[in-house]
């Protein structure tokens, strides 16, 4: 039951024209900075979708600025072609899908060891998978490229093959075996998301679960995995749009194996256009045509997303 002057302030509160312009005034300045956000971050995608449908004649006229006077689907024939999409859209589906499950795994195994499992020098340890997200991948280009360009697996191969070492460039080996090491593309970042949801899990569920028999795996797999949701939907969306987006490591690794990264750069070098407008309207196609299956994955998983993230603390 609320008291007299209770009441008072909650009608002072309610009616109060001061009060009221406060709460319109800052309804008006969120709402702005909303519809500017979203207008930044939607702008490029609309413009290339309009771009995209465009013909050679609407370059040049000044009248069209988003919708174009004379449709057409050539823009998006020419890219499809050009970048023989189809096969570079199945290629970066098996690598992204591959590694994102691989680095699930190795990443979530890494952390779980980190937070529940003290053992000497963690600390460092730690530390030093930390100073692997600051680390340019400039800086191990060249020794990682001839560690798969020369991959003998600690001397192992020659025993087994009779060769002195594999050649793994040109195929899917070295994104595997990056991502099963924990040492693939924004693998620290995904270590420290896992380590930190692990951490808030209460330690008490895994001393029950040891008490009734459970060793450390089971309870990995069994008890810690399944209170983890929103920090493997978190890592497993991060890995797979990182990948998918990656042209650095797929660069390096496949020079035959086409992917949509590497397909895109090279169409720029594949256009025998004279116009360089048109040659920029073209690689404006291409580029929707990379990013148009993230967009159709993300309006189905957006929801999913904005919880895990809320839920695992991710910010920035």
């Given at each position: 039951?609320?008291?007299?002057?209770?009441?008072?302030?909650?009608?002072?509160?309610?009616?109060?024209?001061?009060?009221k312009g406060k709460q319109l005034s800052w309804m008006i300045i969120r709402t702005v900075m909303i519809i500017g956000f979203c207008f930044i971050i939607l702008f490029p995608l609309f413009l290339r979708v309009s771009v995209a449908v465009r013909s050679r004649a609407d370059i040049y006229d000044p009248t069209v600025l988003w919708i174009p006077r004379n449709f057409?689907?050539?823009?998006?024939?020419?890219?499809?072609?050009?970048?023989?999409?189809?096969?570079?859209?199945?290629?970066?589906?098996?690598?992204?899908?591959?590694t994102t499950i691989i680095q699930l795994v190795s990443c979530a195994l890494a952390a779980y060891a980190f937070a529940r499992l003290p053992f000497k020098c963690s600390g460092l340890l730690f530390g030093l998978v930390i100073f692997t997200i600051v680390v340019p991948p400039q800086t191990i280009m060249i020794p990682l490229y001839l560690t798969y360009r020369n991959f003998d697996l600690f001397g192992l191969i020659?025993?087994?093959?009779?060769?002195?070492?594999?050649?793994?460039?040109d195929t899917f080996w070295p994104f595997l075996i990056?991502?099963?090491?924990a040492m693939g593309l924004k693998n620290g970042l995904y270590i420290y998301i896992f380590r930190q949801f692990f951490r808030g899990i209460p330690i008490e569920i895994g001393e029950a679960a040891l008490v009734d028999g459970a060793g450390v795996f089971r309870t990995f797999f069994k008890i810690v995995i399944p209170n983890a949701v929103p920090a493997i939907i978190t890592v497993l969306l991060f890995s797979f749009v990182w990948q998918w987006n990656d042209s650095y490591y797929v660069s390096l690794f496949l020079k035959q194996v086409k992917v949509l990264s590497t397909s895109l750069?090279?169409?720029?070098?594949g256009l025998k256009e004279p116009d360089p407008v048109y040659t920029s309207m073209l690689l404006n196609t291409?580029?929707?045509?990379?990013i148009a299956p993230l967009i159709l994955m993300y309006l189905f998983v957006q929801r999913y997303f904005v919880e895990s993230v809320e839920r695992t603390g991710v910010v920035g």
């Open positions: 039951m609320r008291s007299p002057t209770e009441y008072t302030n909650l009608f002072v509160r309610r009616y109060n024209p001061l009060e057409t689907l050539e823009n998006l024939r020419i890219a499809i072609e050009t970048t023989n999409y189809v096969e570079s859209l199945l290629n970066t589906i098996l690598i992204s899908s591959s020659p025993l087994f093959t009779g060769k002195s070492s594999l050649n793994l460039i990056s991502s099963g090491t750069m090279d169409m720029g070098m291409g580029v929707l045509l990379m």
